[in-house]
Structures are given as C-alpha cells and as structure tokens.
DNA sequence: TCCGTGGGTTTGAACGTTCAAAGAGAAATA
DNA sequence: TATTTCTCTTTGAACGTTCAAACCCACGGA
C-alpha cells in the first residue's frame, strides 16, 4: 500500500506550520511569496494530495456530483443519455468535481436514493435527466434546498423557471426540419410523435405543426401519437401513409420511430407500397442522431451534448461558488440555457 | 437545508453512549437484544444516516469504487461498456457500494487520474475494461497492492492470472457462430477481425479458425484483418467475396464490421454483386448484439453484461472482506469468471 | 517610549466516526 | 467474603483537514 502523506508532513518538511500549508492550498494570496513557494516544493516532492474525507468532514463539501445512469430501454435512444453522461464526467472533472452514480427505477425510488446519499456521501448536488410535467424530484430537492441542475426544462410550470436547466430546444430542431424537407419540395409534411402531454413530445410537435402553418399547410391530420417502439413507429407510419391524402415526408420525434417510418416505407408487405405510388420515395428524419440513424442511414437531428453537459457543470458551480456571495443577489436567479439541435443529412431526407 | 443527525443524537436518544450506537450498526452481536432495539428505533426515528466522509477518515473505507467511461469511439460498440456500467452500477448498490466515474484519454493518463483519486477520494477498488497486451494499468496497481477486477481477461501472461479478472469467452462465440452456419450448410465461412495481436481479436478468430478446421475446412484465406469501422468492414468483406472461391457467410469480430459486410454483400456498388452469384445470399454474424445490429437485422453474439457486472462486484467485495481473512490463505489466489455469449438470430443469418 | 496597525504565521478546536482500552455489574469460582 | 470471569457498555483518542482566534514582529505615528 502506498504510503499516506499528510499536510502535517507537508508542514514538517516545509517547515511550517498545517495551517500555512492548507492556506498555501486554499488562500494562497494570504501567504508570504518565499513561504508559498517553499511550501508548493515541499508538496511536489512528497507527492501530497489532499485528503477529501477530511477536507469534507470540515468544509461539508464533498466536490461529488450524483447522477443517475438509466437502463436503457429500448436500446437506441439510451445512447443519448451516455454521451451525456461521458460529457457531464470530463466537464466535472475539469471544474474539480467528480461524477457519482446511482441507478432508480422511478422518481420515488430516486427521491429515497436522494435521501440515501445526502446522508452518506454528501454529494455537493444533482443533475437530474429526464424533466417532466409535475416532477416530484426538483420539488423534493427545491424543498430541502439542495443545489441541482436538470437536463430537460422545468415542464409545465407557470410562473417562471423554479431551478436552473439546461435543454435543447426540440421544437427549433422539429421545425428545422420541416423546413428542409419544404425547402425540398414537399408539402404533405406529416410527425410521428409520443402521446400529448409528455412536455418534450409536445415540443416537438409544435416545432413541427408551426412551420407547417407558417408555410400555408395546415397541420390537421398529419401527426400520430404512439409510444416510443420501433414497430410503433411502423404502424403508425403505415397509418399515415394509408390516409387519403397520404403524407410524402415524416418527421419524428426519436430515431425509433424513424426507424420505424423507414420500414414502412420501405417494406413491400405495405398496403400501399412505395412503389405502387408514383414519385419520389417518403422522406423520413429522426431525432438524435443515434448511432442507428447512422448505420441505416436515417436523416436525424443532432443534440450537442457534450456542450449540454458543459453547461450543466458551468451552471453548478456557479450555484455551488455563489452560496458564499451576497445570497440576496437578485440577478440571475433561475439560470437556463437552452441549445440548437443540428440537422444531420443522410439518405432518409 | 436538512438538519444532520449524527450518533451522538441518536446516542443521547436511545440513553446510550456514541460506542454503542456504533456497535449496534457494525457489530450488533455485540450489543444486548433489548439495547440494540431501543438504538435501532431511535435511529429509525430520527432518519440517522452514517456519514461516510466520517468513517472514511476512521476506517480507511471509502465505500466507492472507481471505473472508466469511455468516449464511444465509433458508436457502435460503445454501447456494450454502457450497458456494463449500468450493470455495474445497480450490482454495486446491491453491496453497499457506490460508483465513482473517470476519464482518460490513455494508460497513461488513467495511471495519473489512479493517483489523483487515489489521494483524495481513496476508492476502495477500480474496475478496469478494455485489457490488452502488455497492460499497464494493472501492472501499477499490482505494484501499489491495490484491489481491482478486470472486464477482459490479462492477455499474454505467461504463467497463471495476476489478478482476479472477468470475461466473455470470445472463442467460444465465434465458434458457436461458425457452427451455426456449419449447420445450416454454408462451408466456404470467412472472418472479418482486426490486426494480429489483439487480445480479444485473437481469440474471437481462433474460435472460428478452430470450428472450422474441426469440420474439415481449411480456413487459410479465408480471413481479412483490418481497423473496426463500417467502411473497414465493407473493403474487407469485398476483398474477400471477390476472391477466387469466395466466401459463402462471414463471422465478424464487432457489429461495425459486420453491418460494413452487409454493405458489401447487399450493394450494388460491389465488383461481384450477389445478383451475379446464383444461389442463396451471402450469411453475416456480428459481435455484440448493439442496438444498431438488431435495428438493421444482424445476427450477433450477445454477451451477457449484467451479469458481467454482477461478477465483478462479487469480486471486489470476496477481495475487500478478503483483507481480514487469513492473509496468507491460499484457496483462490486469483479468482476469475468466464462467461458465455449467446447468438441471437436474426434476418442476416 | 509607547501604542496601534497590519502582514504573516501558529495554536487549539472541531467535523462524525470507530478503535482500543477501560469500566461496571452480575454471575461463577475459590 | 474475596476473586475471577464474563457480558455489556462507556471513555478517550485518533483519522486529516480547516475555521476562528491568538500570536509575533516590524513599522509608523504620537
């Protein structure tokens, strides 16, 4: 086992004492030049580093950030959620905060993992992924007064942002979309989407209906709601595709369900095969960019999430470092930041 | 903020002393039956939590165990390690323990973060993935005595593991793969794998090597080394089915090479398309079974991560609670477990 | 000469837990 | 009765750090 080294070592081989080394750490402009120096050697060469149990024992910050790691469900959209996770751990890592895990199968289990945790490892704060309508986890945490930022915007609440979050703005990427494929010449625009009020679902669907109205099409008709499968997708495509008026491009709200689209589309086993249609074949664009959208080829939006993850730790430590400013500031209470998604061309659209 | 509660509350709650509340918590053969409810209620009571920082600093323990996250290299594969982690994630719960993430960027740079965590966060143990030849990490971590399991077995050590360690039979996959196409009449069975030398690549193509042999077929020629993407995947397998006596079906070593083969075998584009070749089409079998290989409909050797996962936390806990054992017990010096893959069939064979 | 000032440093205590050892009774033994 | 033994419980110290306060000393002003 390696040999623990300690500030009082620090101290005796600097020939100091603890406190001037920690201050050395801590508040350096508060320690002689010559001091400060002797002490920076004697810390180098004895390799020191300081002890966290310690140093949180005292200060009650333990520089850990707790989030959760979701099993993936359906296996495609899962990858989103770990390229976040990659980035949210080098973003802490840079600003001195490392990444702790814990898996729950529900809000109510994660409210008890809160619990367990903030007695036992005292993580400094959250991030929560995965915001939705009446969310009982920022309540609980808004109520204890711990400091978290989400992934996914506060859902449905009236009066302004309760806690700080960051998100990508689903309806600009929905309707970035749409607007390609009108600038490509369709019309008939249909959206695939998840059923009303899941707050990101609803988003994208307006991103989607808006531009659609801007451009003289009305949107009634032209949009399904089912749940996030792939052979959802199929069928609900089919249903689209099988309409009177049937849609010539589709925009959705996963990769998923584009995939899904694409089977429709493409499988001669549907009732109204492509080929039995004259024209060009149905334009399909996903969103995430996953990893699937790429092997098969699906037009999809792209999330920049390794920025979202930077934003995250940036908005953290300012709550974090601000708890020592004045607390009555007034400017900037609920900080946000919300980003573009990307278009990422392939063959689908 | 919430109130702390620490032993002492519970102690002068429950009328004992702070000794005794401890020993009801670690120890409670020790304390008398009626003693440790009276202390178990009032605990119960006031929502008592131990403070790990606390019995860190006493004990030595740090209850975490510290693992790399990996940026997803081709997109593809990533998703195995992040299957891994979640496994890892909820088994270490199950143990008491909790996971702490990293990054790193090489051996090299992992060794410095080993040192970093090392001093401050003391993690009880580390998870490695990703083992190859010549591995320095674990030589490092040998050399400090500290406790660790791999995911991947220590390729190319001579005599005997020198350390406990989990894996995935790869030989036995791609075997089980080649006799599967064995069965269903296909002979001429290519590999599609990496560069001599890999560990893992070199196992994945013995087993296919060695199934085929056992069945009577030479399996010169009909193997391509190269690098792990689609593209790589497509030139090799078009190399190979414009051979002479081309391949029939193809093992692949990822499902990137794999959906790079069902490139080559469905394209057009290629020299000798499959249109030209009378007969059925050419079989393709990845490794892994990622989304992406059942979104597109490949067949693949899926391993089992959770349960992976499991193994090495029970690993790690027989080596950590293995420290007040007998030192010198001989019986399991280095323990490791090897798993099986199973195929997952699907449309490419 | 005395005092106040201020930069730089040290001292003692505390964070919450567990280890090691000591203590308090009651029961068993001499 | 005195002594030992045993079970159960308490006391003091320690882990490594930082906070709060005290200390030291050189300097400038009265």
Redesign the pocket.
Known sequence: MAE????????RHA?????????????P????????QRVLDAVEELG?????????????RSRLIATRIEPDRDGINGSVLDRFLHGLTESAARAGYRVLLYTADDDTAEIATFEDLL?AYEPDAFVLTGTHHGDIRTSWLLGRGMPFVTFGRPWGVPDGAPHAWVDVDGAAGTAAATRHLLDTGHRRIGFLGWPAGSGVGDDRREGWARTLRAAGVDPAGLDRATSDGVDDGETAARDLLESGDPATALVCASDSLALGALHAVRSPGAAVPSEDRAGPPVAVIGFDDTPVAKAVGITSLSQPLAEAATSCVTLLTRLLDGDNRTPGSSGDPHPHVLLQPSLVRRRSG
């Open positions: 623990k080294v300690t500030i009082a070592d620090v101290a020939g100091v004492s603890r406190q001037t080394v920690s201050n050395v750490l801590n508040t402009e508060v320690v002689r030049e010559e001091t400060r020191y580093r300081v002890n966290q149990a310690a140093r949180q024992m005292r200060t009650g007695g």
